[in-house]
């Protein structure tokens, strides 16, 4: 069973730095690798939206508003993935989920970042920053 864990959040002033990670075990004899990654978060009213994707550690996705602040990043050694989130602004608070999905989905050509491509969820770890 896929088990997907999430850590990093927390509360910090506008314009500062956090740095997410998420761990994923349980692949039954496939590899950490083989599985396209994802960010997305979810602020209070809202739907939940993909923030940043990741496959085979160079295939990258991003929403626009949070290309240059934020890296997606993943160590396969360790199972983990990471984002890197700087200049952080009042409206990046949000729950922050991992997710993952074995293979990839493009959309447009693009690494997806559609909430419905991926299966394997994490519980979320909370972002709030103040301003």
């Known amino acids: 069973q896929v088990q997907v864990v999430e850590s990093g959040g927390g509360l910090v002033q506008a314009g500062g730095s956090l740095r997410l990670s998420c761990t994923i075990s349980?692949?039954?004899?496939?590899?950490?690798?083989?599985?396209?990654m994802g960010w997305f978060r979810q602020a209070p009213g809202k739907e939940r939206e993909g923030v940043a994707t990741?496959?085979?550690?160079?295939?990258?996705s991003y929403a626009d508003s949070v290309k240059g602040r934020f890296t997606i990043s993943k160590d396969n050694s360790k199972n983990t993935l990471y984002l890197e989130m700087n200049s952080l602004k009042p409206e990046d608070t949000a729950m922050y989920y991992c997710a993952g999905v074995h293979g990839y989905v493009l959309r447009s050509k693009c690494l997806s970042r559609t909430v419905a491509d991926f299966g394997y969820w994490g519980q979320g770890t909370q972002v709030t920053v103040s301003s």
């Open positions: 349980g692949f039954s004899g496939l590899t950490f690798g083989d599985y396209a």
């Open positions: 990741i496959y085979g550690g160079s295939t990258t």
